[in-house]
């Protein structure tokens, strides 16, 4: 049973990390990290209800507090991205280019 | 045995103290409003007249010690003591250097005098005593000082106010080179000074590093260390004295006033190598090889200045080059162990040749600071003070009995001819008569004949007393200062020889009267040979002549400025330019760079990975964090 | 405060001098506080040289712990050797405070914290504490030639920071490592230099660790051919950083090889001496041809300091008395001499807005006094007899003779080479005619002439009246070479009986 969840989780992490690094668009890659979190969370769950106590929950209630507070601000930097280029292509940001 | 008197440190102390006062004074005040120029004149003179009277002081001090015994000490401080080398800043007067201290502060006093006049309304009348005082300073510390090193401050002191006086007239470039010129040759002898030095101290020098104590050491010092002592002294010698092949900077030495020219340039400071020879004589005296090596320097230099010589054009050339052919004599008279000739042979020539000096300065001051003996003439009649003193200067340096050279320079030929050394002594002949006849054609183009510029022949007069009675008694002394030194022959006793012989080192080369003539007859045909050509070619008045195949050659001084310049300071300065603004930058830098440009590969190795893209980031954290995580699991199992 | 002598010196330029750099005063005021401070710092210099006996062992010592469980302390002291090293600094910096004006307060600032480093890093008898002053000595440095240098003197600080910071990290890791060893044959941590003496390493630690220091202190005050960094630096830097370089950190270099090397490496130094000593001689050399191919004054000088630094070093590596006694001789008579060649071209630079040889011409005219400053600066740098430079010269070219007779006849060709590029720059900047821009040129003020004299006059003291100096560095110069040599070998036993008192 454990399996499916965690294969289940596994493969949402990794649709999320291919969304991270495939996507241009800040927005789907914004949300292809809100996917890796809740696979985490889901792992968590899974994993909590196995060992049947109660620290899966508090993590994943941690995280799902750590998402808010994230999709809050990320959202804000994207505006502000916005505001500054007109674009919410993750290519326009490479200043980091050596 | 030697007595210790307080008062020797004195003499040198007077005229830097002078030179002090002067220079300091002018300093403060020529911005501002100018002291009068009398004021300085009485303070600088007043300084070599004192040491003067000091020096007779000494003279009179030492005459009354027994003989053996005559050396006057002063041991003021101890200048540095470091390990066995202690060098203590002390004087010594003996019967040489007491004989050099009565010349030298004589003929001081009189062109200090004599610059009185001559340097009136320069406008920085006072810098120029302020450097003959600290010139003369400088030239006793060299001829009291107790050791080498002593002598070396005096030494390198004296090159300094050469350097500054040369280049008095600061203004014209040539006249700084010139300066430039004496103070770099001058140095390249103090290079062998100094090694000289050195090599003598770890010799012998632990024991005591002054005259008497090397003196009484010397004879612990290896064959092989004494000839490379006094090969590399030599070396100094050449370079303070004009000698082959360091001579190029005398003759332009006489950018400077013409005081200078005969106060440092003539008399005192180009002497100073004849002086240190003979002050190391108790060396010298073991290596003839040496000594040979010396005396055929000299005798080719005053053979080939000669030539030059015959051929200048400017009064205060010709001049300079008959002092370095007559500096030539002195050291073939040193070479040959012939010392007290050689010295006296000095003391002699601070006479006339600073009388000549001084004579041609009267002439250019007359003409208005012409010193082209082809624009004068006839001033006999315009200048008859002058004239009767430059006279006597000139029968005395041509070497004509009675005149004090002629002593002087027949004791060095005869004891050339005596030694046996018939080369030296065939040379010595020859150049007596090249210099009779350079000196006379100088007399007779400046002084006879009809005047060749009739403006500035109208405006000549008769410099001013204070210009005038130095040549006077200075020409008393060319006169006269032969007599010191009568050889057996005229019926004299030769005091001077007498007085230097507890100094030097000297075998007297015993001879026949009849040798003795024969010098003397050879000296005297010469001579009248050479003043009977001057005479046919230039008594009765004579054109410049145009200079062509090897008096052209002659009158470029063979050209060894040029060789010189070819061989030394072009490529010195070509390789200095050189390594400064390329190699330095390029090569000695280069490791340095090679290590900058390999971190710089490095760098932009690296700079590909960092694409800019946050996703590739994200690919090389996910494939990082794979790394560690598999890592992590194979550590567990 | 008169207790601590040594450590006011140190400590009082740095704490004001960081308290100029934050506490807005006007330039003129900073400048007079750094006058004064420096001023105080002269004073206790001469307090110390009075209560100075010359006993060969460090005196004024002041120990306090500073990370007692590693075993460092901050130990300081002077000897022979560091008390003239100190002094110079000491005398020659309120020099700087009068001539150069109109800078910022950071400016000076600057200044007093080098100053104090300086101090430090000559008082230091404790390795770390050294290598700390060492460093922050330079930080000052970094900053004014940065700030305030020449156009290009971004380029020449960062050389010169990678340049000393490289050599500095090799002298920190043989630091470590001799701490390290020492705690390993003893039991103890100490990086006291006296103690470290007695260590015993194989040959391989030994020489890899002498040459981690030996690069450190080449570089400082270069020997050739790490002197690469120089010319730029100097050229670019203001003519205070430029004085500071020359005069006393350079200075530093040397004192540092006869202070940490000479102890604790004295058998590899015996061993490595003839190739030091040869690349001594060749600086001296090829810096010395090297200037006369300049056009800019201070480079030219820039290459002259180098070239007699040349000779300094040599004088370290013959390793006899004659040749070591000249060298810390020498070390007043350069700083004195060159440092003040620096100001007064820095001087000519503030008033002409040049330094091209050939716009220059006919000051001597203008300025004698400048002229005649310049002068005697410019011969005791050349060694004339009678100027300080003579006596530091004449003694190094006789040891070094007697070390090996080929080095003393190069490194006497200095005689020769000196003369060379200073007439011919002499010539072209204070004779001949002057030209429009230099006939304007301003003779010293009383002031700038007042705050010179004294130099000067120590120029032409030092070179009349040397013994007095040498009376004092002699002893100390014996007992290092006395080290060196081996006889002098301090016993691991000494060297526990050293750091027993202080745990």
Not at chain 2, 550 to 555: D, P
Request: charged share 10%; hydrophobic share 55%; glycine share 8%.
């Amino acid at each position: 049973m454990i399996h499916d969840y965690l294969s289940l989780s596994i493969l949402l992490f990794c649709l999320g990390i291919l969304g991270v690094i495939s996507r241009r668009n800040v927005f789907t890659v914004f949300m292809s990290v809100e996917l890796m979190l809740n696979a985490a969370n889901l792992a968590f769950i899974a994993l909590a209800r196995l060992h049947e106590n109660m620290d899966g929950h508090v993590l994943a209630m941690l995280v799902m507090a750590v998402a808010a507070a994230e999709a809050a601000l990320a959202l804000a930097v994207v505006i502000l991205l916005h505001k500054h280029t007109g674009k919410v292509d993750t290519n326009v940001f490479s200043l980091l280019k050596g | 045995m030697a007595q210790n008197v307080s008062y020797l440190g004195m003499i040198p102390l007077l005229p830097l103290i002078g030179a002090a006062v002067v220079g300091i004074l002018h300093l403060a005040t020529c911005k501002k409003k100018r002291l009068p120029d009398q004021l300085y004149a009485v303070l600088a003179c007043s300084t070599p007249i004192l040491t003067f009277v000091l020096a007779v002081k000494v003279f009179f001090d030492l005459n009354g010690l027994p003989v053996d015994g005559r050396a006057l000490t002063h041991e003021v401080f101890t200048w540095f003591e470091v390990g066995e080398m202690n060098i203590s800043m002390g004087f010594l007067a003996d019967p040489l250097s007491s004989l050099m201290l009565l010349f030298v502060t004589f003929t001081a006093s009189l062109i200090h005098i004599y610059s009185i006049g001559y340097m009136a309304g320069d406008e920085s009348f006072a810098k120029f005593f302020a450097y003959l005082n600290l010139f003369l300073g400088s030239m006793l510390i060299l001829v009291l000082g107790n050791g080498p090193v002593v002598m070396f401050v005096g030494w390198e002191g004296v090159g300094l106010c050469s350097y500054l006086l040369i280049s008095y007239y600061s203004e014209d470039r040539s006249n700084v080179l010139a300066g430039n010129k004496a103070f770099i040759v001058n140095r390249i002898g103090d290079f062998g000074f100094v090694l000289g030095m050195a090599f003598l101290f770890w010799a012998i020098g632990d024991s005591g590093f002054d005259y008497i104590s090397l003196k009484t050491n010397a004879h612990m010092l290896a064959p092989a260390t004494v000839t490379l002592v006094c090969l590399l002294l030599f070396v100094g010698a050449t370079g303070k004295s004009a000698q082959i092949p360091l001579y190029v900077w005398l003759p332009d030495a006489m950018a400077g006033p013409t005081p200078v020219s005969a106060l440092i340039h003539a008399a005192t400071m180009v002497t100073a190598g004849v002086y240190m020879v003979a002050r190391f004589s108790f060396l010298y005296v073991h290596v003839p090889t040496v000594g040979l090596i010396v005396a055929w320097t000299g005798i080719l230099t005053a053979l080939v200045s000669a030539i030059y010589g015959m051929f200048q054009n400017d009064i205060k050339k010709v001049l300079a080059y008959s002092t370095v052919s007559q500096l030539g004599y002195m050291f073939a008279g040193v070479g040959l162990a012939a010392y007290s000739a050689g010295i006296f042979h000095v003391f002699t020539h601070a006479f006339f040749k600073a009388l000549l000096f001084l004579g041609a300065g009267s002439v250019i001051y007359a003409l208005h600071h012409e010193q082209n003996i082809w624009k004068m003439g006839g001033l006999k009649t315009k200048l008859p003070l002058t004239y009767k003193t430059m006279l006597i200067g000139s029968l005395a340096l041509a070497g004509c009995p009675p005149f004090s050279g002629f002593f002087s320079k027949d004791e060095i030929l005869y004891s050339a001819l005596a030694s046996g050394h018939t080369g030296i002594w065939v040379v010595g002949v020859l150049v007596a008569g090249m210099t009779a006849y350079y000196t006379f054609r100088m007399i007779f183009v400046v002084f006879h004949g009809s005047p060749r510029d009739a403006h500035a022949y109208e405006h000549a007069h008769e410099p001013p007393a204070v210009m005038t009675v130095p040549l006077v008694i200075l020409a008393i002394g060319a006169l006269f200062a032969g007599f010191l030194n009568l050889p057996s022959l005229f019926g004299g006793s030769q005091q001077v020889t007498h007085w230097l012989a507890p100094s030097l080192a000297e075998h007297a080369h015993e001879a026949s009267h009849s040798i003795e003539i024969i010098a003397i007859a050879a000296s005297v045909a010469a001579f009248a040979i050479g003043i009977f050509i001057a005479y046919r070619k230039f008594g009765k008045g004579a054109e410049e002549p145009v200079y062509s195949g090897f008096s052209s050659f002659a009158y470029h001084t063979f050209r060894i400025n040029e060789l010189y310049d070819v061989l030394f300071v072009r490529p010195y300065k070509a390789i200095g330019s050189a390594i400064g603004n390329l190699i330095d930058a390029h090569v000695t830098d280069g490791p340095v760079q090679l290590i900058v440009w390999f971190y710089r590969q490095f760098g932009s190795t690296f700079k590909l990975l960092q694409v800019g893209y946050v996703r590739v980031y994200a690919i090389y954290m996910i494939i990082g964090l794979s790394v560690m995580s598999y890592l992590l699991t194979q550590s567990f199992k | 405060m008169f207790e601590n002598v040594l450590s006011t010196m140190i400590f009082l330029p740095i704490v004001i001098g960081l308290a100029a750099m934050l506490i807005p005063f006007s330039s003129t005021t900073a400048r007079r506080i750094g006058l004064i401070v420096s001023l105080v710092v002269l004073f206790f210099g001469i307090k110390v040289y009075l209560g100075f006996t010359g006993n060969g062992q460090l005196e004024f010592t002041e120990t306090r712990s500073l990370i007692e469980s590693v075993g460092i302390f901050y130990r300081i002291g002077v000897d022979g050797i560091s008390l003239f090293v100190l002094l110079t600094g000491a005398a020659l910096i309120p020099i700087v405070f009068v001539v150069v004006k109109d800078r910022p307060r950071a400016f000076y600032g600057s200044l007093l914290v080098t100053q104090g480093a300086m101090a430090g890093a000559i008082c230091a008898a404790d390795l770390v504490l050294f290598y700390a002053f060492w460093e922050v000595m330079l930080l000052p440095i970094f900053f004014m030639i940065g700030i305030y240098g020449g156009p290009n003197r971004k380029a020449a600080t960062i050389k010169i920071m990678l340049y000393t910071v490289s050599g500095s990290l090799l002298m920190l890791a043989a630091i470590i490592y001799l701490g390290v060893a020492f705690h390993g044959q003893y039991g103890v941590w100490s990086f006291d230099t006296a103690g470290l003496a007695g260590l015993q390493l194989s040959d391989k630690a030994a020489a890899l660790s002498f040459f981690a220091f030996m690069i450190a202190f080449a570089i400082k005050i270069p020997i050739f051919p790490l002197h690469t960094w120089l010319p730029d630096a100097y050229t670019e830097a203001p003519a205070a950083a430029t004085f500071l370089l020359s005069a006393i950190m350079a200075k530093i270099g040397i004192y540092a090889v006869i202070r940490f090397i000479m102890p604790i490496f004295g058998p590899e130094l015996v061993r490595y001496a003839m190739p030091l000593a040869w690349a001594a001689v060749i600086g001296l050399i090829y810096c010395g041809i090297a200037a006369i191919g300049q056009k800019d004054i201070k480079r030219l000088l820039a290459f002259s300091s180098a070239s007699h630094m040349g000779i300094l070093a040599l004088g370290l590596f013959c390793l006899n008395i004659q040749a070591l006694t000249g060298s810390i001789y020498q070390i007043m008579a350069h700083a004195t001499s060159t440092g003040l060649l620096f100001l007064l071209i820095g001087i000519i630079e503030d008033r002409l807005q040049t330094r091209e040889i050939s716009d220059l011409g006919g000051i001597a005219r203008q300025a004698p006094i400048f002229a005649c400053f310049f002068a005697i600066a410019l011969l005791a740098s050349v060694g004339l007899p009678g100027t300080s430079g003579f006596i530091g010269e004449f003694l190094i070219i006789m040891g070094a003779i007697k070390f090996d007779t080929t080095l003393g006849v190069l490194a006497a060709t200095t005689l020769i080479i000196g003369v060379c590029y200073m007439l011919w720059m002499f010539q072209r900047v204070f004779f001949e005619k002057g030209n429009d821009r230099t006939n304007g040129f301003a003779d010293l003020s009383i002031c700038e002439t007042l705050a010179f004299l004294p130099v000067i006059l120590l120029i032409l003291f030092m070179g009349v009246f040397p013994q007095p100096f040498i009376a004092r560095i002699t002893p100390a110069a014996q007992s290092q070479i006395a080290t060196v040599q081996g006889t002098g070998q301090i016993s691991g036993q000494v060297a526990l009986d050293h750091i027993q008192p202080q745990k």
